[in-house]
């Protein structure tokens, strides 16, 4: 089975702080996602990343950055969080020419900014 | 900006009752369309699928409808069970090479036993 892991299930950090978030993935997969969450909403696309070193940005990128320096791992960068970053980050995994549905998705992780 | 303090639809079912979800989506050149179920505290994950060339397709208990006229799909669950209480997301395929999906805002599917 996939398995896609985040550092953290919880995290609460202070305005202006930089902020890591972690996603390891297990299955050799080229395209990695990073997504946020908020009721409403949906998933809106941040960043993704075709493959080592290579990224692209998605819907809402701005207050965001991401690291690929290893094909399993994909760090999104908070350079100063807001509180308007509280939200639900979810980070995701796919072959490359795999079909759209063999996205898989980690467990989350819920970040609060005070 | 971004919107807040929005509010998730809802949807009760009665335990043993079908149940239909629905969803609305945006761009009438995507080929491909996903549904996703989230159980609390855990990441989406797949539960079916439907081309752009199909109307609809058939899973264990639940089945996608697609209606490219009007743009809308739907998924049925038949027989609910109190497990299938989460939160539904329909996504569509957008962009270059497949990488890409846009997600619909989700429906809160509640079981009452």
């Known amino acids: 089975d996939v398995k896609v892991t985040q550092s953290s299930r919880y995290l609460v950090k202070r305005t202006g702080e930089k902020v890591f978030l972690e996603c390891v993935q297990d299955?050799?997969?080229?395209?990695m996602f990073w997504y946020r969450q908020d009721p409403g909403l949906g998933l809106r696309l941040i960043y993704f990343?075709?493959?080592?070193?290579?990224?692209e940005k998605g819907d809402i990128p701005e207050g965001y950055s991401v690291s690929r320096e290893k094909k399993e791992r994909f760090s999104l960068i908070l350079e100063s969080a807001s509180t308007n970053q509280t939200s639900m980050y979810l980070c995701?995994?796919?072959?490359?020419?795999?079909?759209?549905?063999?996205?898989?998705f980690g467990p989350g992780t819920r970040l609060t900014v005070t | 900006g971004e919107s807040v303090g929005l509010h998730l639809p809802t949807l009760s079912v009665q335990e043993g009752d079908n149940s239909i979800i629905n969803c609305a989506y945006s761009n009438s050149a995507s080929d491909y369309f996903i549904w996703y179920k989230q159980e609390s505290g855990k990441g989406p994950q797949f539960i079916i699928d439907i081309r752009s060339n199909m109307d609809k397709r058939q899973g264990q208990r639940v089945t996608v409808l697609l209606n490219k006229t009007v743009k809308h799909l739907s998924l049925q669950i038949a027989a609910t069970q109190p497990g299938d209480s989460a939160v539904y997301f329909c996504?569509?395929?957008?962009?270059?090479?497949?990488?890409?999906?846009?997600f619909g805002t989700g429906t809160r599917l509640t079981i009452i036993p």
């Open positions: 995701a995994s796919r072959r490359a020419g795999g079909l759209p549905y063999e996205q898989y």
């Open positions: 990343s075709y493959d080592v070193k290579m990224k």
């Open positions: 996504a569509e395929n957008t962009g270059f090479g497949n990488e890409k999906l846009t």
């Open positions: 299955m050799d997969h080229e395209n």
